[in-house]
């Protein structure tokens, strides 16, 4: 009885991502003459990271761009790397965050900011750990444009270096194209349905301030995904595409700052005290439980389906290959994270990142 159930878990993500895979689409062309890409980059303590994020999002092609970073109150030499550069580039500029006001969390606020002082037609919101594709902005407006979408998001690839971030990063995926019906494409409209990836979303200008662009939702800590959301309840369309070709990323320098960060998120996505149950019954039952349950043949048979749909994923977002073992640590490590993030909720403590601490709002 249990082997078929763990089979039949495994089965879920698998005929998800069969699905997701096929109808996951690239955004191809070139804007409309009169196009022009804001890129807007919020900075903190980025030193390590804005140089060559700069270098690639000033080698955009295709499209006129503008590049605008929110230097939000660095304590290392971010904004002094950002002004030398600007002072030779006049497509780029360099703005000062305000300090951060009541209920505000610090990167919605950084965008919304950015998105004030932006002249594009189309905003691309990256993070300063994004390398764009020299035809990324360009790309992702003209699929905005050819779809009549509000916003054009994609997963970038993730540069991982180390097993802490082969533990966790890949955990993304996994869950845009294995647990979510349609992996967030335009025909699936239900807001319930709306995905996005914070670290690369393009938003059309004129949908984006009608539904009150990042200050309709400013206590939030997923930023992406709020974004989505809102857009959708206003009536407009959004898009994930395959981010792979579009940019690349790394997002953590290993398993401490993977954890932390993916655990100040938590409480807005699955670990909630209704969700999470569900959510382990799904995870651990399809990935873990079934070596619990070997040497059945149908338990046997769910480890096969789920490292086939594991590596499916990992090769179509062109991560590497040497994480696919690690599977079942994978899952069992985003279970222990979201179960961290609902018990850190339950005694009030607050999430933290970057020196700030935000009490996030639950799970939408």
Known sequence: MMDALALALAMFPASMAAANLCLLGRAAGRPAPGALVSILIPA??????????????????????????MDDGSRDATPGIVARRAATD????????????PGWTGKVHACARLAEAARGTHLLFIDADVRLAPDAAARMAAHAQAENLALVTGVPRQRIATLGEGLTVPAINLMMLGYLPGA????????????????????????????????????????????????????HRTEVVDGAPL???????????????????????????????????????????PWLLLPSPLA???????????????????????????????????????????????????????????RAADGA
């Open 300 to 358: 046997a048979a769910a480890l096969i389906i789920t490292y086939l749909t594991r590596a499916a994923i990992t090769w179509r977002g062109r991560e590497p290959s040497w994480t696919i073992p690690l599977h079942p640590a994978t899952v069992a490590v985003a279970l222990a994270i979201q179960w961290t993030a609902l018990a850190r909720s339950a005694l009030g403590r607050p999430a933290g990142w970057k020196g700030r601490a935000y």
């Open 44 to 69: 903190r303590d980025e030193a390590a990271n804005i140089a060559t994020c700069l270098d690639a999002a000033l080698a955009s092609t295709g499209v006129e761009i503008e590049v605008l970073v």
């Open 90 to 101: 006049p497509r780029l500029r360099l703005l000062h965050a305000p300090p951060l006001p």
């Open 247 to 289: 940019a690349d990323c790394r997002m953590y320098g290993g398993f401490g700052e993977a954890w932390n960060g993916f655990l100040k998120n938590a409480r807005e996505g699955m670990a909630t005290p209704i969700g999470l149950p569900v959510w382990t019954l799904l995870l651990a039952g399809g990935h873990l439980l």
């Open 184 to 235: 967030g494409r335009a025909f699936t409209q239900h807001p319930a349905m709306a995905a996005a990836c914070g670290q690369l979303i393009l938003v059309e200008r004129g949908a984006y301030e009608s539904v009150g662009g990042h200050a309709a939702f400013r206590h939030r800590l997923h930023d992406g995904l709020a974004l989505a959301r809102n857009l959708r309840i206003g009536g």
